[in-house]
């Protein structure tokens, strides 16, 4: 089992930055794909960005080129670093880890942290 909680939501005008952080809980964080996922009022939750286990990371169209995810496996978090934001990008923003072990599938959510960004 794997808990989750983020932080780092907030309210920016349009241009600003934000970044979001997520802690994991256990010892087994690294092995790990760790996701940003959003979800605006009245849409499908979608992806912002991923980063696997390994590092190699991937992007939603949307926020390619602003948006930035990492993660420190010696503190347990993945962060998304969010430059240069848009209205569009307001909505509750989840974190998620995921793992594929012995073809069995384990995923994770956080609780989710509300970020808004006004014109």
């Known amino acids: 089992q794997v808990q989750l909680v983020e932080s780092g939501g907030g309210s920016v005008q349009a241009g600003g930055s934000l970044r979001l952080s997520c802690v994991a809980s256990?010892?087994?964080?690294?092995?790990?794909?760790m996701g940003w996922y959003r979800q605006a009022p009245g849409k499908e939750r979608e992806l912002a960005a991923l980063i696997s286990s390994g590092g190699t990371t991937n992007y939603g169209d949307s926020v390619k080129g602003r948006f930035t995810i990492s993660r420190d496996n010696a503190k347990n978090t993945v962060s998304l670093q969010m430059n240069s934001l848009k209205p569009e990008d307001t909505g509750v923003y989840y974190c998620k880890a995921s793992r594929v072990r012995s073809a069995l599938v384990a995923a994770y959510w956080g609780q989710g942290t509300q970020v808004t960004v006004s014109s």
């Open positions: 256990g010892s087994t964080f690294s092995t790990y794909t």
